[in-house]
Every structure is written in structure tokens, then in C-alpha cells.
């Protein structure tokens, strides 16, 4: 491959293989281009799977990502973006599971985690329960909500819902006793 857009058109054939993205940043890195860098960083941060063992070389490659991606060029990003996206469900996951074990303290066998539908193309929506969902909870109890920055990795908010009965239960039980 010899010129940048054969490297974004081959990332956006192949969006998961990470190889076409380690040569795309060996290219830029020949050309002494800076953002072979944040193409490593990015490859391996995808890489490294999430463990106990594991979480603070992750949160030290988020941090350094995140550094690189606040030095690109905005331009280059989206064109890339386009191709594939940067954070997707699986490291938006990873990024997650190392927020709840340094923020909250929370192991791994304590981090219960799904997706939600979200009106937001550039965030993800995730949401994590503190004790395992059973069948009888319903899809408010329990759960706090945080939105994933589909380029950086940035948690966005996090939001808690702290009532003792979901929303919808305590408005019909109101309705019924009126």
C-alpha cells in the first residue's frame, strides 16, 4: 500500500484487523508522522484483556491514547472514524470495567455491565448493575448509567438511579391505590 487513503479504505474493509492499522502507522512512522503513535496506542489498548492483573497497564494506555487523541488532528480522526470506530462495544466495555475498579473499587466479579440503546452517535451507553441482575429486577433497579466517548474513551457522566422501586413500578402502584 502506498498512499493514506489505500490504508483507510483497507481499515474500513477490515474494521477488527489490527494489523492493517500496525502497517498504516509503521507507513506514517517512516514519513516521521506522529500519529503512527496514537495507531499503536490504540492497537494496544484493543490487545491487552481485561484482568485484575491487567487493569493499570489498560488505564495507562487509555491515559496515553487519550493524550494522543487530544493532540490529532480533528480531521484525520473523523476520516478514520468513518472507516472504523475507535472505541467500540468491546473496548468501551474494557474502559468501563477499569472506571468501576478505580472509581468505585469494584472487581471484576462485581462489574455487571450492558449496553443501552443511545440517541447519541458519538457516545456509548452502558449501564452496570452493583449486584448481579436476577429475573425479577426490572430494567431501572439497580442500575447506573454511563456514557463512553466513541473516540476517546472518555467516561462522559455517570448517573445513579438511587430510588428503592423502579419508576414505572411506583407510578402504577399510585394509580392503583387512587
Known amino acids: 500500500m502506498g498512499d493514506e487513503d489505500g490504508f483507510v479504505l483497507a481499515m474500513a474493509a477490515a474494521p477488527d484487523d489490527t494489523a492493517v492499522c500496525l502497517s498504516y502507522a509503521d507507513w506514517l512512522h517512516e514519513r516521521g508522522d ?47 472514524g468513518r472507516a472504523r470506530v475507535w472505541v467500540g462495544r468491546d473496548l468501551a466495555v474494557k474502559l468501563v470495567r477499569v472506571y468501576l475498579r478505580v472509581r468505585h473499587g469494584r472487581k471484576q466479579d462485581r462489574q455487571h455491565i450492558g449496553f443501552e440503546s443511545w440517541p447519541y452517535s458519538g457516545e456509548w451507553g452502558l449501564y452496570y448493575w452493583r449486584q448481579p441482575p436476577t429475573h ?33 413500578e411506583a407510578q402504577s402502584r399510585t394509580k392503583r391505590s387512587t
Do not use: M
Not at 50 to 60: K, L, P
Not at 141 to 166: D, F, T
Open 34 to 80: 506522529s500519529r503512527a503513535e496514537l495507531l499503536r496506542s490504540w492497537c494496544e489498548l484493543r490487545a491487552v484483556s481485561y484482568s485484575e492483573d491487567t487493569f493499570r497497564s489498560i488505564q495507562a494506555l487509555a491515559d496515553r491514547y487519550r493524550e494522543q487523541v487530544g493532540r490529532a488532528d480533528v480531521t484525520w480522526l473523523a476520516k478514520l
Open 136 to 168: 425479577k429486577q426490572t430494567s431501572w433497579h439497580g442500575k447506573s448509567w454511563l456514557r463512553v466517548n466513541k473516540l476517546s474513551g472518555e467516561i462522559c457522566g455517570e448517573h445513579h438511579w438511587r430510588s428503592a422501586l423502579p419508576l414505572v
